[in-house]
């Protein structure tokens, strides 16, 4: 059996032909599944927003307090008086006991002197060096300042050995108001 070449070519041009003029027509169901696609991706990007904000602030929250902690920290006041006033500073010391300590050095800034009705003499120091004794049932050391000057000031002691090298130290912050 032969077929004709020629019959058989103008059939395929033929249907191509009327393939090229029909549209395409999509599924019914195409642009609902086009548009619940688009919502998803929408869908996935608000979740990742919020799961990104979920992991960050609690980290956020934390470096915020840390951070306003550690501002306190630096800027706050032990205690705070009055400029003028007599101010009995008091450092315990239990904690101080069996650790070799013999002398007990208190350090005060400019502006501020040790007040004594006894010894008026000490108003003038910057520095007293007391002895001190392990057997000695105290609790706290005693220390009476004035300050002339507003501002916050630091009254350090140290707590020294018989050789003079410190033991431990200790700080004290007051702020003085005018």
């Known amino acids: 059996m032969t077929t004709n070449p020629k019959h058989s070519e103008l059939d395929v041009r033929r249907i191509l032909g009327a393939a090229r003029d ?14 619940a ?5 929408q869908g996935k990007r608000k979740l990742n927003f919020w799961k990104a904000l979920a992991f960050a602030s609690p980290a956020l929250s934390l470096a915020l307090v840390a951070g306003f902690w550690y501002a306190g920290l630096q800027n706050s006041a032990n205690y705070s008086a009055h400029v003028g006033d007599h101010v009995l500073v008091r450092v315990e010391v239990e904690q101080l006991k069996d650790q070799g300590v013999r002398f007990a050095e208190i350090e005060l800034p400019a502006g501020v002197s040790f007040y004594s009705e006894r010894y008026p003499e ?20 005693p220390v009476v300042i004035q300050s002339q000057a507003a501002g916050a000031k630091q009254i350090k002691i ?9 033991v431990k130290e200790r700080q004290v912050t007051i702020r003085f108001s005018a």
């Not at 549209?23 to 548009?35: H, N």
């Not at 696609?37 to 991706?41: C, I, K």
Request: net charge neutral.
């Open 122 to 141: 000490l108003k003038e120091r910057r520095t007293v060096v007391l002895a001190w004794n392990d057997q000695m049932d105290v609790s706290h050391l």
């Open 158 to 166: 140290r707590f020294q050995d018989s050789e003079h090298h410190t």
């Open 22 to 35: 029909l549209a395409p027509e999509p599924s019914p169901y195409m642009k609902t599944r086009i548009l």
């Open 37 to 41: 696609e688009l919502r998803e991706r």
